[in-house]
């Protein structure tokens, strides 16, 4: 895979109004020296983990036997096939006692047909690691990002431009993880990559920042995004008024 000249990286990320060095993930032998990881027992939300290594610079790890909880260990590709609650409990099935059903489809056939969908892509090595993209001694197949909705209209917008279709931002359906690594791993095994734009399971949310969502690239993609930013609305004042709008709120006005 190309690889990117920092400069010219730096360079986007400040157009772009970028809050650091993006991150990526990939499938790797061994566990990093030094990473955050899940407890092997108990719950524990694997997007909060990754809010805060984002936030620190910290990297990430996720195994068979470490993921937090089972829906991660599912969509992160280290547990197959679908234990057979989940389906129960992300509609409106019976559930294993002290569990509540989310509710989230309208019953287990449904829910079923969500897991089959994302069923294909299984855990490619034994660790999965998140980390800033220039930490990897090779690309990343994928990087990603947690922002506010002016940044990421932005990258949403800058999809089009570098790929000249109108539909290669998807939204499905899925929790936090799943739209984070599940569906972009997915639409990759069907020899279509796309962005994919989440952030909107109720379930994670209370362990996201206020106003953040997710973007996740492929990693052709966000070349392309550093190499063609200049011919873009980036550089148009319609783009610096996004960016004066985003400072305000940092400053809390």
Known sequence: MKTLDPQ???????????????????????????????????????????????????????????????????????????PGFLPNYISKGEVPQGMEPEHYLEDASVAQAYYDEIEKPVASDKVLVFKPYDQFQTPPPFVLFMEQPEIISGLHQLVAFVTKSFHEVASPYGSGCGNLVAWPRTFASEGHPKAVLGGWDPSCRPFMALDALTLTLPWEMFTQMVDRWKDSFLTTETWQRVLKKHAKRDKGK
Request: a negative charge.
């Open 8 to 82: 010219h990286v730096q360079d986007f990320l400040q157009a772009a109004g970028l809050s650091g060095v993006p991150y990526g993930f990939d499938y790797l032998p061994d566990e990093p020296e030094g990473a955050m990881m899940p407890k092997s027992e108990g719950w524990s939300c694997a997007v909060a983990m990754l809010r805060g290594c984002m936030r620190t610079g910290k990297t990430m790890a996720i195994t068979q036997e470490k993921f937090g909880c089972i829906g991660a260990g599912y969509h992160l590709g280290f547990i197959r096939p679908v």
